[in-house]
T-cell receptor, first 111, second 115 residues
Framework: TQLLEQSPQFLSIQEGENLTVYCNSS?????LQWYRQEPGEGPVLLVT?????EVKKLKRLTFQFGDARKDSSLHITAAQPGDTGLYLC???????????FGPGTSLSVIP | GAVVSQHPSWVICKSGTSVKIECRSL??????MFWYRQFPKQSLMLMAT?????????EQGVEKDKFLINHASLTLSTLTVTSAHPEDSSFYIC???????????FGPGTRLTVT
């Protein structure tokens, strides 16, 4: 069974601060995805990382895929209240059959 | 981008009744659809995977006779919660995979409350 872990589970920071969320697994995935979910809504895909060592930037968000394709990180620079939400990493199985979600990181950015 | 809809967005039903939730891919054909369940302050848990025209594959611990999944067409999958109980109250989210790039797109979710 492929399992994903995320840390921290909860994070409360002041506006303007930087933060990093980590996603780890003992399994290799064909790709890792990061989603953001707001209460009462479905998750929205932020990025997909495919190649080991890959780094992708999306405005103030930087995503990295580990060299061994077992872990990933999400770094947010100068967090804003609009970044508040549940951040989920998800692993796409090597047979591309399904997407497994990590437990999520609940981020709260205080104005 | 591709759009996936769910209906209803929320539903309240009495214990013992059955509830059907629809998942539609609006602008692409979904070869595979997935059903997830999410309890408050928890992550999404995959319940089952369905391919058009074939039986769904259920994850370990999910009762296939209680959660009936039908994927009759390339744009529609339904999840029926049979003989619902209060512990079935949850947020049910579907996703559909298909279209250019074979990406997976998520629906907005359905809030089920069983009284």
């Amino acid at each position: 069974t492929q399992l994903l872990e995320q840390s921290p589970q909860f994070l409360s920071i002041q506006e303007g601060e930087n933060l990093t969320v980590y996603c780890n697994s003992s399994s290799v995935f064909s790709s890792l995805q990061w989603y953001r979910q707001e209460p009462g809504e479905g998750p929205v895909l932020l990025v997909t990382v495919v190649t080991g060592g890959e780094v992708k930037k999306l405005k103030r968000l930087t995503f990295q895929f580990g060299d061994a394709r077992k872990d990933s990180s999400l770094h947010i620079t100068a967090a804003q209240p609009g970044d508040t939400g549940l951040y989920l990493c998800a692993g796409v199985g090597t047979s591309y059959d399904k997407v497994i979600f990590g437990p999520g990181t609940s981020l709260s950015v205080i104005p | 981008g591709a759009v996936v809809s769910q209906h209803p967005s929320w539903v309240i039903c009495k214990s013992g009744t059955s509830v059907k939730i629809e998942c539609r891919s609006l602008d692409f054909q979904a070869t595979t659809m997935f059903w997830y369940r999410q309890f408050p302050k928890q992550s999404l848990m995959l319940m089952a995977t369905s391919n058009e025209g074939s039986k769904a594959t259920y994850e370990q611990g999910v009762e296939k006779d209680k959660f009936l999944i039908n994927h009759a067409s390339l744009t529609l999958s339904t999840l029926t919660v049979t003989s619902a109980h209060p512990e079935d109250s949850s947020f049910y989210i579907c996703s559909a995979r298909g279209g250019y790039g074979n990406e997976q797109y998520f629906g907005p979710g359905t809030r089920l409350t069983v009284t």
